[in-house]
């Protein structure tokens, strides 16, 4: 099933652990170079949002994906610091950046 980003934005993320509505999909996180999708990423709160974190939910989570909502499980979702106000501390780390593969260059000697 092929799903795009406005598709995938209408959506309502609903724990089945506890049956919270979570909200709406308002990101997706993926890897550049490899293109591979991480995970989505849901508001941490209702209203005008003062102090809440988003929540990102990784791909193993997410449990199915129906027409109008996606179902995903947590466990327990977790409690965020209002003071530190970062809100991708839920996300996985970023991979290290690769060592620049080095080119074939010509040695000049031969055109002497």
């Known amino acids: 099933m092929e799903t795009s980003f406005c598709e995938l934005k209408q959506k ?27 995970g989505i990423v849901v508001p941490g709160g209702r209203g ?3 102090g809440k974190a988003d929540l990102f939910i990784d791909l193993k ?14 466990k327990a979702a977790p409690k965020t610091d209002k003071r530190k106000g ?21 040695d000049y000697g031969e055109y002497e």
Do not use: Y
């Open 61 to 74: 989570n997410i449990s199915k994906i129906g027409v109008d909502v996606i179902l995903v499980d947590i």
């Open 48 to 50: 005008f949002r003062f």
């Open 12 to 38: 309502e993320a609903i724990n089945l652990c506890d049956g919270k509505r979570l909200g709406k999909v308002c990101d997706v996180v993926f890897t550049f170079p490899e293109g591979r999708v991480l």
């Open 86 to 106: 970062n809100k991708w501390e839920n996300c996985p780390p970023p991979e290290p950046p690769r060592p620049p593969q080095p080119r074939d260059r010509r």
